[in-house]
T-cell receptor
Framework: DGGITQSPKYLFRKEGQNVTLSCEQNLNHDAMYWYRQDPGQGLRLIYYSQIVNDFQKGDIAEGYSVSREKKESFPLTVTSAQKNPTAFYLC??????????FGSGTRLTVV | KNEVEQSPQNLTAQEGEFITINCSYSVGISALHWLQQHPGGGIVSLFMLSSGKKKHGRLIATINIQEKHSSLHITASHPRDSAVYICAVTSNYGGATNKLIFGTGTLLAVQP
């Protein structure tokens, strides 16, 4: 079955460490997105990519980095520069003109 | 002020009741989405619409482009409908193509 796979579901990170969240899709979608969700707030866009080897900053890109070396994969690295990384992270993909599919999310906690 | 506003923020209903969740937006859009998020966090896309009305089972979504307003209706509500319902719009706001702007969600609890 086609879909998006995010891993891991739960992740704990020590302060000062980088951590990478995985997002893989087999839907042949061109565009992929990373969103952050905090309690009481709407999902906010971190980074997005509409084509392989190209990506753009979203509204809250500081402290994050991404790569898009393959169409199927869009990993997100939360760097030590991200001041408040504890959040729920959601990956999504779509064809350029819409039709979104969302992953099941990764809950990151800094300990 | 958020570009996408939902009301109510929280809603408790009795099983069988007719439920309405509202969404207003202030930016130009190409489409509006209704999404469902269950306690585990994963999100399912319910509807994508740019005009008129769509129906899927007990769910109905309507949009009024002139008034920049959409509603999600649930008929004969059931406890399994309990979830967070999120309105999002696809907009070229800020220069990003096909960017989703999300509302903060409506937490629905349907009691048996």
């Amino acid at each position: 079955d086609g879909g998006i796979t995010q891993s891991p579901k739960y992740l704990f990170r020590k302060e000062g460490q980088n951590v990478t969240l995985s997002c893989e899709q087999n839907l042949n979608h061109d565009a992929m997105y990373w969103y952050r969700q905090d309690p009481g707030q709407g999902l906010r866009l971190i980074y997005y990519s509409q084509i392989v080897n190209d990506f753009q900053k979203g509204d809250i890109a500081e402290g994050y980095s991404v790569s898009r070396e393959k169409k199927e994969s869009f990993p997100l690295t939360v760097t030590s520069a991200q001041k408040n990384p504890t959040a729920f992270y959601l990956c999504a993909s779509s064809f350029v003109l819409g039709g979104y599919t969302f992953g099941s999310g990764t809950r990151l906690t800094v300990v | 002020k958020n570009e996408v506003e939902q009301s109510p923020q929280n809603l408790t209903a009795q099983e069988g009741e007719f439920i309405t969740i509202n969404c207003s937006y202030s930016v130009g859009i190409s489409a509006l989405h209704w999404l469902q998020q269950h306690p585990g966090g994963g999100i399912v896309s319910l509807f994508m619409l740019s005009s008129g009305k769509k129906k899927h089972g007990r769910l109905i979504a309507t949009i009024n482009i002139q008034e920049k307003h959409s509603s999600l209706h649930i008929t004969a509500s059931h406890p399994r409908d309990s979830a967070v319902y999120i309105c999002a719009v696809t907009s070229n706001y800020g220069g990003a193509t096909n960017k989703l702007i999300f509302g903060t969600g409506t937490l629905l609890a349907v009691q048996p």
